[in-house]
Nanobody, 128 residues
Framework: QDHLVESGGGSVQAGDSLRLSCATNGRALSSQSLGWFRQAPGKEREFVASISWNGDSTRYADSVKGRCTIARDNTRNGLYLQMNNLNSEDTGVYYC?????????????????????WGQGTQVTVSS
């Protein structure tokens, strides 16, 4: 019965901003590290960002560092990804995921195999 549900995707112009959200009906979002991945057609799913179980630590892919901010609100069981200055390479289906790790200051998950619960994705399309 646990579900991860993404929302907030859409079609935007290059340079625009977008805020993605992820919610669950379970408790994974408050006890485990969480992450965002994205996948373009014909390409492998790639890591975007992750955050520790309590939100104290974050990690970003080089491709989005400085443009994206991951955040969580455990009180509301929410995970968010603020994306600024979007470009065409940001186009893809964005997935939120829960990791088997808790995460912390010393390490945060960033590989596909470190996440085991996945949402169905929300599409982001950036046009120039």
């Amino acid at each position: 019965q646990d579900h991860l549900v993404e929302s907030g995707g859409g079609s935007v112009q290059a340079g625009d901003s977008l805020r993605l959200s992820c919610a669950t009906n379970g408790r994974a979002l408050s006890s485990q590290s969480l992450g965002w991945f994205r996948q373009a057609p014909g390409k492998e799913r790639e890591f975007v960002a992750s955050i520790s179980w309590n939100g104290d630590s974050t990690r970003y892919a080089d491709s989005v560092k400085g443009r994206c901010t991951i955040a969580r609100d455990n009180t509301r069981n929410g995970l968010y990804l603020q994306m600024n200055n979007l470009n065409s390479e940001d186009t893809g289906v964005y997935y939120c995921a829960a990791s088997w790790t808790r995460g912390g200051v010393n390490y945060l998950p960033h590989t596909y195999g470190e996440f085991y619960y996945w949402g169905q994705g929300t599409q982001v399309t950036v046009s120039s």
